[in-house]
């Protein structure tokens, strides 16, 4: 009878708790997606939204709006880490003109993302989707700024 019971223990375990889940995080992804320029860019760019997808696969992340904010903060999140630590490596090796002409398009970046991503949100006019969508807009934005200075970074 026990046998019968461990059997069907097994049978109806779930493949979550059978193997360990493996977490995807942006930094695994794009160190995994390599450094160069052609296929290793394109592959760093298929990292986006990765994070917030697995996400919303498990729990709440999928199935309310704060989910799915929660999710894409989350990655947006981890897009910040690694701008953050693409740009301590460009202070030590950029000159005073490459840090000035940095600092310029980070602020108008950061400009152009507020606004973009406000005017994402107003496609749902309040409605609670529209936290979503600035949310998800943050998120890209983040992306792609991170995924700029990573670039950089890899120039040399």
Not at 58 to 76: F, L, N, P, Q
Not at 113 to 132: D, N, P, Q, V
């Amino acid at each position: 009878m026990r046998f019968l019971l461990v059997l069907l223990a097994i049978g109806f375990a779930s493949p979550a708790a059978a193997a360990p889940r493996q977490e995807t995080t942006v930094a695994t992804c794009v160190a995994a997606a390599g450094d160069d320029f052609g296929e290793g860019f394109a592959a760093r760019r298929a990292c986006i939204g990765q994070v917030s997808a697995a996400c919303q696969n498990e729990s709440d992340g999928g199935v309310t709006t704060a989910g799915m904010v929660m999710c894409a903060d989350r990655e947006r999140a981890q897009w910040e880490a690694l701008g953050e630590a693409a740009l301590a490596i460009l202070r030590a090796q950029e000159s005073a003109t490459q840090t000035s002409a940095r600092e310029r398009a980070l602020s108008a970046h950061a400009t152009a993302a507020r606004e973009r991503c406000a005017y994402e949100a107003s496609r749902y006019e309040g409605g609670s989707l529209a936290i979503f969508a600035a949310a998800a807009c943050a998120m890209n934005q983040a992306a792609d700024l991170a995924l700029m200075l990573h670039a950089r970074t890899l120039e040399g």
